[in-house]
Structure formats: structure tokens, C-alpha cells
């Protein structure tokens, strides 16, 4: 026997397990056959089938060839999986099996739902990109055929949901039936029956049947409405994941935060303006190490990332596209409370997440509006991620055609802004004329949008390289009212502090800002290592340096720090890379740009500058 794997990744199985080397195409037919009312075809409709995007004569072609190749894969078998004649093509079900078998199969309710769930939540041919659009139309047709008989295996179980471990089977398939059709209000509604009823109604203002989210109040103090009302429903809902917990000690309260997720995940269903990721699929992008690639594949908009310690659960709420955190809180868990709270943990989450995704809605609505400038300006983005000078201009090329797009659009001017004063940085020349083109793009930003902290945070950091400290510092500080847990404002706001020659605050405040964005960008240790090196911290600076993955901006307050502790040969080595990157770096000239408010600070750096060999 052999066995046909649709969902998942599309192959072929022995009865050993080993897989069987069979062509794309091959499994393709075999699964159209399999999934089919009949199990015989005739050729010109697998043909047109496998290739209708080519003439007939060459998708007829095209098939026989398939169907060597076949025969030669199947050749030193006692029974072949297919039977092939002039006009048709059989599949021989005697000799293959598949896992589309258990929509067919019988047994209890609760034991055909689980097993219908288990096998849905996986994906139908979920590794194959398909080749034709007649293809892309049968996987979508087998899919909507399969949400349909989950949704009715689950009505089926609804009369065994007091038996032991039955509301959760149930809960389970309904949440995923639920993020692939939020709209599905009966399935909705049973949701909530079994999870007791929504706390998100019980205390939302005006809550009632279709729970509403209360978004920011007006300047005019009108009364708040709730998100159906500030636009229109988009017709593809932004999707939010929670990931599960993490933790560095798997104990008990592990499990119980898990069980917490799950209960918020159940609680936020309630919203009609979001669609939940499942709990199965967020464990599966919780595991993958390429998180970011699943989340975007996924077109997912929101994570609530959380881990667990013993300081409690820690929670934020990132937005995906921006990877800006609107959010973040830490909640307390001691064995001791966690059981009786978890409840009412549950409610402070879910209210809390609810509120921040209608206050983000506006600006998400906004962005997806003009997708092309969108689509440009994270291009941009994603490529200051590194501060190399061909990265940095052609973000800027990035970011000049989001605004050929949409001249008004607002982050691309922060944008524009972070690209001169990155340049500035890094070319270390200081080029006043790139501080004031970044100046310009700044205030353009804010004037088009006062209430975002991004263009503050530009013109902050601005006003820092052009020497006005004190501008910097109440420019920066707005930004981090504006937007108290976006981490990169909070950074840029640390990174103002140890130039206005507040070392120890702005430790502290990019302590905070690593908090909340753990895999911290290598500008967030080079910030750290700078504040450390005015503490005269030494050894912590070049901690911070060494956690770098690309530590080119930093070799010259390693080398610094490094000779302040008499180390000669690491900072000899740092030197050298410094000089490597800008062999006409100059101590004095450098030392005449760079702003610090008191003159202690220049006269430290410059002592470990010239002990390292500038």
C-alpha cells in the first residue's frame, strides 16, 4: 500500500514510511482523483487539469510525458497506484490510501471532529504554489468543501460538549473556523457559550450583541465610536497572532500562562473587526525560526508576543509591518495567585489588546490605502535595518519612490530624515548639508501628521547633530509621550540623554527600550555601549559592542574603552577596523561635530580616542 499525504506537504509514502520520489505532477492528479466523486478521468481533462495555461496539443504532450515518467517510478511494483488506456486514467484505490480518508470515516462525534480538526489545521497542499490558475481554483474549492464539513462535524459534537474534554476539542475547532471566516457569527456565539460569555461585552462600554471597541476621543470631545463607524469594514480583516509563552524554566506556571492565551485568545473572538490566528498556527510561528517570513506569508498585521519569568508575564503588542510595539505590560503570576486570577488576568489582557488595536486602526486603515507607497516605504525600512552607506541611499531611493506614489505620505518622510542623518553618522565628515535635507523631511512629516511620534523622534535626533541638545531632548520626549512603548523612540531618546550628559538616565531609559524590543537592534547596544563608557563602565561598553552582529559603528567607542582598561591589543584590533571603514577619521574634527552638553564628556572621549591610537 501507499499512502497519499495531502495536508501538510503533498507526497507519497510507503508502507515503511520512506518517502516515494514521485513527480509534482503525478501527486497533483493522484489527489485530484482521489479527492474526486470518480476516481477515473478521462486525458484531456487532466490535461487541461495539469496545463490549461498552454495550447491543447501541448498539454495533451506535456501529459504523456507525465505519464511515462510515471510508469517508470511504479515499474518494479506488483500493483501499480494508476491504470492508464488510450482515452483515461484510473487511480487503483485498492493500492493507495489517503488522509482525505477520514472525511469518510465514521466513529463518534467528538472523535470524527478532533480528527477532522488535527487534520484541516495542517493546510491542504500547503508546499505547492500552483501552477495554473485551474489548479489555484480546485486547492481553493477542496479547502472551502473542508472548512464546511469541520464546521458541520462541530454542529454534530455540540450535543456531547459536557463530556470530559469535549468544550475544548469544541473551542479548538471553533477558533479555527473562526480565523478563516471571522464572520461566522453562529460559531461566534457557541465560542463564547462555552467560554461562559465574553467579558470583552461584560465590560466594554455600550456592549450588546456585537461587541463594540471603544477607539481614542476626538479633540471635539465627541462621544466614542466604535471602529465600524470611523470607516468601513476593509473587506480582508487585519490578523492578529497571540504567540504562546515562553520561558526559560518549563515549570507549572508555563502551562497555566498558556491556558491564559488560549482564554484571551477566546475573549478577543468577541472583536468583528479582527480576525484571530488559531492557537494551533501561532504555536507553529512560535516554534519556526523564521518567524518574521511565516508571519508576513501568513499576512498577518498584529502579534501579542509573551514570556514568562519570574517577574511575571510580560506582555506586548507589536505591529507587524512597522515592527513598531504599541503596547506592553507586565502582569503578576505567582503560583499562588495565578490559579484564582487567571480569570481576571484574562479580562485585563483582552480589554487592554482590545483598546490599542482600535486606537492603531486608524493609521493601519491609513497605510493599506496607498498600498503601492506602503509597499515602497518598508522596502526602505527593512533595508535600514543596517547602517552601510549603499544601504542607507538605497533606502532613501526607496523612500523618494513611496512619495512618487503618495506625496503626502507622512512616514516616508521620517524615513527620508533617518536616511540623511544616518549618512551624516556614518560618513562621519560632518556634512551639515544632510542634517538640514533631514531637518526639512522631519518637520514635513510632523506637519503632516503632529499626532505620530516617528517625525518627533526625526527631529529629534536632528536637533542633536546640529548641536541644539536641549531641543533634542524636549523634541524626543514629546515623541515618547506620543508613544510611550514604541522602542525605537524610546532609543532615540536614550541615545539625546548621553549627549545632553545624562549617562545614567539614558541607560536606564535604553535598558527599557531592549526590554521591549528583546532581539535588540545592534544602534540600541551601540547606545547602551556609549552611555556605559561615560558611567566609565568599561567592561559593560564592550559587552554591548560584542553583542553586535555588525559592529562597524561601534568600533571606535570599543577601541576608546578598550584602551581606558589598559587593554592595548583589543583596542589596537578596533583601531584598526575603525580605520579600515574611514581612514580619514580625525580625533579633533570628529570631537568639534559631535554635540555633548558638558565639557567632561568630550575631554573622557577624546583621553580614550588618543590612548587607542587616533
Known amino acids: ?287 519556526d525560526s523564521e518567524k518574521a517570513a511565516v508571519v508576513a506569508r501568513h499576512s498577518i498585521a498584529y502579534l501579542l508576543d509573551t514570556k514568562l519569568s519570574e517577574e511575571g508575564l510580560f506582555a506586548q503588542l507589536v505591529y507587524f509591518p512597522t515592527d513598531e510595539i504599541i503596547w506592553a505590560n507586565r502582569f503578576a503570576m505567582t503560583p499562588d495567585i495565578l490559579p484564582r486570577q487567571r480569570r481576571l488576568i484574562a479580562q485585563q489582557l483582552t480589554m487592554s489588546v482590545a483598546r490599542e488595536l482600535a486606537e492603531n486602526e486608524e493609521e493601519r486603515l491609513r497605510f493599506e490605502a496607498n498600498p503601492e507607497a506602503y509597499h515602497a516605504y518598508l522596502v526602505g525600512s527593512s533595508l535600514m535595518s543596517k547602517l552601510t552607506l549603499p544601504h542607507i541611499r538605497r533606502a532613501r531611493k526607496a523612500f523618494k519612490q513611496s512619495l512618487s506614489h503618495k506625496a503626502d505620505f507622512s512616514p516616508s518622510f521620517t524615513g527620508l530624515a533617518r536616511t540623511f542623518t544616518s549618512e551624516w553618522l556614518v560618513t562621519a565628515q560632518g556634512n551639515n548639508e544632510l542634517l538640514h535635507l533631514a531637518e526639512q523631511n522631519a518637520l514635513r512629516a510632523i506637519e503632516r501628521d503632529p499626532a505620530s511620534a516617528a517625525g518627533h523622534r526625526e527631529l529629534g535626533v536632528t536637533k542633536l547633530y546640529l548641536g541644539d541638545v536641549d531641543a533634542s531632548v524636549a523634541a524626543l520626549h514629546l515623541a515618547e509621550e506620543l508613544s510611550p512603548h514604541f522602542a525605537d523612540v524610546i532609543y532615540s531618546h536614550a541615545d539625546t540623554l548621553v549627549h545632553a550628559s545624562r549617562p545614567d538616565d539614558a541607560l536606564a531609559k535604553i535598558k527599557k527600550a531592549i526590554l521591549l524590543n528583546p532581539i535588540a537592534p545592534d544602534a540600541y547596544l551601540w547606545c547602551a555601549a556609549g552611555a556605559s563608557f561615560f558611567l566609565e563602565q568599561y567592561e559593560e561598553a564592550i559587552a554591548y559592542v560584542e553583542a553586535m552582529k555588525d559592529k562597524a559603528p561601534a568600533h571606535r567607542i570599543a577601541a576608546a574603552s578598550c584602551a581606558m582598561i589598559g587593554d592595548r591589543k583589543r583596542a589596537l584590533f578596533h583601531r584598526q577596523r575603525a580605520e579600515s571603514i574611514n581612514p580619514v577619521f580625525d580625533v579633533e574634527k570628529w570631537l568639534a561635530i559631535v554635540p555633548f552638553k558638558e565639557h567632561w564628556q568630550k575631554e573622557l572621549y577624546r583621553e580614550g580616542l588618543l590612548k587607542a591610537g587616533f
Open 1 to 287: 500500500m501507499l499512502h497519499l499525504q495531502t495536508f501538510g506537504d503533498l507526497r507519497l509514502i510507503e508502507t515503511n514510511g520512506d518517502p516515494v520520489r514521485y513527480p509534482i505532477k503525478g501527486l497533483l492528479m493522484m489527489a485530484h482523483l482521489y479527492a474526486g466523486a470518480s476516481q477515473e478521468l478521462s486525458r484531456y481533462e487532466l490535461a487541461q487539469f495539469l496545463w490549461n495555461d498552454v495550447e491543447a496539443d501541448l498539454a495533451r504532450l506535456n501529459l504523456r510525458k507525465l505519464l511515462s515518467r510515471i510508469r517508470e517510478t511504479d515499474g518494479g511494483r506488483a500493483e501499480m497506484p494508476f491504470d492508464f488506456t488510450a482515452t483515461t486514467v484510473r487511480l487503483n484505490t485498492q493500492v493507495v490510501s489517503s488522509d482525505l480518508d477520514i472525511f469518510r470515516a465514521g466513529g463518534s462525534p467528538l472523535e470524527r471532529l478532533n480528527a477532522i480538526a488535527e487534520l484541516t489545521q495542517r493546510g491542504f497542499i500547503g508546499n505547492i504554489k500552483p501552477a495554473t490558475k485551474l489548479i489555484d481554483a480546485w486547492i481553493r474549492a477542496q479547502r472551502d468543501a473542508q472548512a464546511l464539513q469541520l464546521r458541520q462535524a462541530l454542529l454534530d459534537a455540540l450535543p456531547d460538549a459536557q463530556k470530559p474534554g469535549a468544550a475544548r476539542t469544541i473551542s479548538s475547532a471553533a477558533l479555527q473556523i473562526l480565523e478563516r471566516d471571522p464572520k461566522d457569527e453562529q460559531v461566534r456565539a457557541l465560542l463564547h457559550r462555552l467560554s461562559g460569555g465574553s467579558s470583552l461585552n461584560e465590560r466594554l462600554p455600550n456592549g450588546d450583541d456585537h461587541a463594540r471597541v471603544q477607539v481614542k476621543r476626538s479633540e471635539t470631545g465627541e462621544t466614542p465610536a466604535d471602529i465600524e463607524r470611523i470607516s468601513p469594514m476593509p473587506l480582508i480583516l487585519p490578523r492578529l497572532v497571540l504567540l504562546p509563552p515562553t520561558s526559560k524554566h518549563a515549570d507549572a506556571g508555563l502551562a497555566l500562562a498558556n491556558a491564559l492565551i488560549e482564554d484571551v485568545t477566546i475573549e478577543l473572538c468577541a472583536l468583528r473587526n479582527i480576525s484571530i490566528v488559531a492557537p494551533h498556527t501561532a504555536g507553529q510561528i512560535r516554534r
